[in-house]
């Protein structure tokens, strides 16, 4: 008898999961009837078409037609301790199944595949509503107190060591997906920290720690394999499963609302990570360590120099291959963590990631991220972000951006200015800024606009030949910013003549933002200054773009808070305008900008340098 057949299909090729709490089946499993591992019931049982259902509103009716027989299963079993047997039955088909593998055993993987199904649905019920301790105790029963542990074993084993093939795709997708599951207690048991919650003691310090490379290296390969879902048993195209953290949890109703969706077309490479994620960030006490993150902050290239392996290597992969999948997964929180945390911790991937001539095909999907910041996520806002920052720390990098001229093609995302000649370092001067200004008018966030502009002045001594919208973008920042910080200290002004209480909060949020934004004024003009003093020669639009505006430069250093940044600038503004009048006087007629242009080319490359005080 199959509960999820395609004989519950109606018409429009939906199920019936109304029915759910009428089947024979799974009364059964859930009554007081003891169901011992090799009970013929469970054959029959495990014998459904396994489809997940294909709307939100289908996994909201099959959740709520289960909740009661779930309930009832959950008193029931701590007499039956049918979960039990059901678990004991899948470690005894778990030691037969390389044996089915190999012979395409395809039934006896399917039925496999529906009990790990099923195991994920009864854990992730009981997760939620009973504390972990309770937990273990629904796995294991008289005779064995290790049941959980070696169930817990058996799917690290599987991912490990079972071949991806057509038959075992949504073998592995079920069984990381039920790994996630049981990991996931920290986001419902909040009392407890992660080092003493019984899973994770088993993966980080348990005889599990001991699989922490195969597992990490199974886990990074399944992502940078990106295998497509091949057409499941019922016939349906791949990818009909949800996947992500949050919709195993939830069954795959996360998102409110209705109405058909389809998961991704690469599931099993979005679970591994998601997995891979999980044991990197939920373990992370300084006191503790994680041999996960070890594992994976040391592997090394397999295309190394010589075929050499590094000393200390957890495992080798193929970086051209995990640079290229990242490349192409970054519009994702997950894919962007993972080359945070590898550029972060990783040596070997980050030198590999410096030394590459196509940083171009990483660097743009992270800056089409923050060019979409009012629509993105902060988390992906700020990965990315910090990303740029982290990047533009490497002197290599800086230099290769500004060299890199990129095509229309490439950013046709880009619609502020359509731009030829714009080099990749260009790009993020001009994303960056818009970030900057997105920030301040609209998220007030101290700590993204310091991070950005750490950004571009890590990249200053480095920019070169800035296309003359760019050096117009930062000599415009600066007037923005300065103009709203001139309005906030007159306005102060009038606030504190007043002298009321009332008055107090505006005061004091005035007196903040008038703060940061003498702040942020002052780093502007460090990076105007350092690439004046590192770049001159090779920066005339930006010469000209602060010639242009000199009245105003000329303005603001007559305040103290900037006339310390503002000399230099004030010597450069002085030798090119000294250039121009003397044109000017000699040509008789005022000069077109073209020619003024020229004069400031000629006038960057005769510039004394030893005027600048570094």
Same mark, same amino acid.
């Given at each position: 008898?199959?509960?999820?057949?395609?004989?519950?299909?109606?018409?429009?090729?939906?199920?019936?999961?109304?029915?759910?709490?009428?089947?024979?089946?799974?009364?059964?499993?859930?009554?007081?009837?003891?169901?011992?591992?090799?009970?013929?019931?469970?054959?029959?049982?495990?014998?459904?078409?396994?489809?997940?259902?294909?709307?939100?509103?289908?996994?909201?009716?099959?959740?709520?037609?289960?909740?009661?027989?779930?309930?009832?299963?959950?008193?029931?079993?701590?007499?039956?301790?049918?979960?039990?047997?059901?678990?004991?039955?899948?470690?005894?088909?778990?030691?037969?199944?390389?044996?089915?593998?190999?012979?395409?055993?395809?039934?006896?993987?399917?039925?496999?595949?529906?009990?790990?199904?099923?195991?994920?649905?009864?854990?992730?019920?009981?997760?939620?509503?009973?504390?972990?301790?309770?937990?273990?105790?629904?796995?294991?029963?008289?005779?064995?107190?290790?049941?959980?542990?070696?169930?817990?074993?058996?799917?690290?084993?599987?991912?490990?060591?079972?071949?991806?093939?057509?038959?075992?795709?949504?073998?592995?997708?079920?069984?990381?997906?039920?790994?996630?599951?049981?990991?996931?207690?920290?986001?419902?048991?909040?009392?407890?920290?992660?080092?003493?919650?019984?899973?994770?003691?088993?993966?980080?310090?348990?005889?599990?720690?001991?699989?922490?490379?195969?597992?990490?290296?199974?886990?990074?390969?399944?992502?940078?394999?990106?295998?497509?879902?091949?057409?499941?048993?019922?016939?349906?195209?791949?990818?009909?499963?949800?996947?992500?953290?949050?919709?195993?949890?939830?069954?795959?109703?996360?998102?409110?609302?209705?109405?058909? #969706? !389809?998961?991704?077309?690469?599931?099993?490479?979005?679970?591994?990570?998601?997995? %891979?994620? =999980? /044991? *990197?960030?939920? +373990?992370?006490?300084?006191?503790?360590?994680?041999?996960?993150?070890?594992?994976?902050?040391?592997?090394?290239?397999?295309?190394?120099?010589?075929?050499?392996?590094?000393?200390?290597?957890?495992?080798?992969?193929?970086?051209?291959?995990?640079?290229?999948?990242?490349?192409?997964?970054?519009?994702?929180?997950?894919?962007?963590?993972?080359?945070?945390?590898?550029?972060?911790?990783?040596?070997? #991937? !980050?030198?590999?990631?410096?030394?590459?001539?196509?940083?171009?095909?990483?660097? %743009?999907? =992270? /800056? *089409?991220?923050? +060019?979409?910041?009012?629509?993105?996520?902060?988390?992906?806002?700020?990965?990315?972000?910090?990303?740029?920052?982290?990047?533009?720390?490497?002197?290599?990098?800086?230099?290769?951006?500004?060299?890199?001229?990129?095509?229309?093609?490439?950013?046709?995302?880009?619609?502020?200015?359509?731009?030829?000649?714009?080099?990749?370092?260009?790009?993020?001067?001009?994303?960056?800024?818009?970030?900057?200004?997105?920030?301040?008018?609209?998220?007030?966030?101290?700590?993204?606009?310091?991070?950005?502009?750490?950004?571009?002045?890590?990249?200053?001594?480095?920019?070169?030949?800035?296309?003359?919208?760019?050096?117009?973008?930062?000599?415009?920042?600066?007037?923005?910013?300065?103009?709203?910080?001139?309005?906030?200290?007159?306005?102060?002004?009038?606030?504190?003549?007043?002298?009321?209480?009332?008055?107090?909060?505006?005061?004091?949020?005035?007196?903040?933002?008038?703060?940061?934004?003498?702040?942020?004024?002052?780093?502007?003009?460090?990076?105007?200054?350092?690439?004046?003093?590192?770049?001159?020669?090779?920066?005339?639009?930006?010469?000209?773009?602060?010639?242009?505006?000199?009245?105003?430069?000329?303005?603001?250093?007559?305040?103290?808070?900037?006339?310390?940044?503002?000399?230099?600038?004030?010597?450069?503004?002085?030798?090119?305008?000294?250039?121009?009048?003397?044109?000017?006087?000699?040509?008789?007629?005022?000069?077109?900008?073209?020619?003024?242009?020229?004069?400031?080319?000629?006038?960057?490359?005769?510039?004394?340098?030893?005027?600048?005080?570094?």
């Amino acid at each position: 008898m199959c509960f999820f057949s395609e004989k519950m299909g109606n018409g429009n090729g939906r199920y019936n999961y109304k029915d759910l709490n009428k089947n024979e089946l799974l009364n059964r499993l859930v009554s007081k009837e003891v169901l011992t591992p090799s009970d013929p019931f469970w054959n029959s049982l495990l014998s459904f078409n396994h489809l997940p259902p294909q709307s939100r509103d289908d996994w909201k009716i099959l959740e709520e037609n289960t909740e009661e027989m779930l309930k009832r299963f959950l008193i029931s079993n701590l007499k039956t301790k049918n979960f039990s047997s059901l678990i004991k039955l899948l470690l005894l088909r778990r030691s037969e199944l390389e044996a089915s593998v190999e012979t395409e055993n395809h039934v006896y993987i399917w039925q496999t595949c529906n009990a790990l199904y099923l195991v994920r649905v009864i854990v992730k019920f009981m997760t939620e509503r009973i504390k972990e301790e309770e937990l273990v105790k629904q796995f294991n029963d008289e005779d064995s107190s290790e049941i959980f542990s070696r169930f817990l074993a058996s799917l690290v084993t599987l991912l490990i060591e079972i071949p991806i093939k057509s038959s075992t795709y949504y073998l592995h997708l079920e069984g990381t997906k039920v790994l996630i599951v049981l990991l996931s207690s920290p986001v419902f048991t909040c009392s407890k920290p992660t080092h003493q919650i019984q899973s994770w003691k088993q993966m980080m310090t348990g005889d599990l720690s001991e699989l922490s490379v195969p597992l990490t290296s199974t886990l990074l390969l399944r992502y940078i394999e990106q295998a497509v879902a091949p057409p499941d048993p019922l016939g349906q195209a791949g990818g009909s499963l949800v996947l992500g953290f949050l919709n195993i949890l939830t069954l795959g109703y996360a998102s409110s609302g209705s109405g058909d #969706f !389809r998961g991704p077309i690469k599931p099993l490479a979005e679970c591994s990570l998601s997995l %891979l994620m =999980i /044991l *990197q960030n939920h +373990y992370t006490d300084p006191s503790l360590h994680n041999p996960y993150r070890t594992a994976l902050f040391s592997c090394s290239n397999s295309s190394g120099r010589g075929g050499e392996i590094a000393p200390g290597t957890s495992f080798v992969i193929e970086f051209i291959q995990l640079y290229k999948t990242l490349s192409n997964t970054l519009q994702n929180d997950e894919p962007t963590l993972l080359l945070y945390l590898l550029l972060l911790k990783c040596s070997s #991937f !980050r030198n590999y990631v410096f030394a590459a001539t196509d940083i171009d095909q990483l660097v %743009l999907p =992270i /800056l *089409q991220t923050l +060019y979409g910041a009012p629509e993105s996520n902060s988390h992906l806002t700020y990965m990315s972000l910090i990303i740029i920052l982290i990047l533009s720390e490497d002197d290599l990098f800086n230099q290769t951006i500004h060299g890199c001229v990129l095509r229309g093609a490439q950013i046709g995302w880009y619609t502020e200015r359509s731009c030829t000649d714009l080099s990749l370092g260009g790009l993020v001067i001009l994303v960056v800024i818009r970030t900057i200004q997105y920030n301040m008018l609209k998220m007030r966030d101290k700590y993204l606009h310091t991070n950005c502009l750490a950004a571009l002045a890590n990249m200053s001594a480095h920019c070169t030949n800035l296309h003359p919208y760019v050096a117009q973008r930062i000599v415009s920042l600066f007037e923005t910013l300065a103009r709203k910080h001139t309005r906030l200290v007159n306005g102060l002004k009038g606030l504190e003549s007043e002298d009321t209480e009332d008055g107090f909060d505006e005061v004091s949020d005035a007196v903040q933002d008038a703060a940061v934004l003498e702040e942020v004024l002052r780093m502007v003009l460090e990076i105007i200054n350092s690439c004046f003093i590192h770049q001159i020669q090779n920066n005339p639009n930006l010469i000209y773009a602060v010639l242009y505006k000199k009245e105003m430069f000329e303005l603001y250093s007559k305040n103290p808070a900037f006339q310390d940044l503002l000399r230099n600038i004030l010597v450069v503004l002085t030798y090119m305008a000294s250039r121009v009048d003397q044109e000017t006087e000699r040509r008789g007629r005022g000069l077109e900008v073209s020619e003024v242009q020229q004069i400031v080319r000629e006038g960057a490359h005769q510039f004394p340098r030893e005027r600048l005080a570094m």
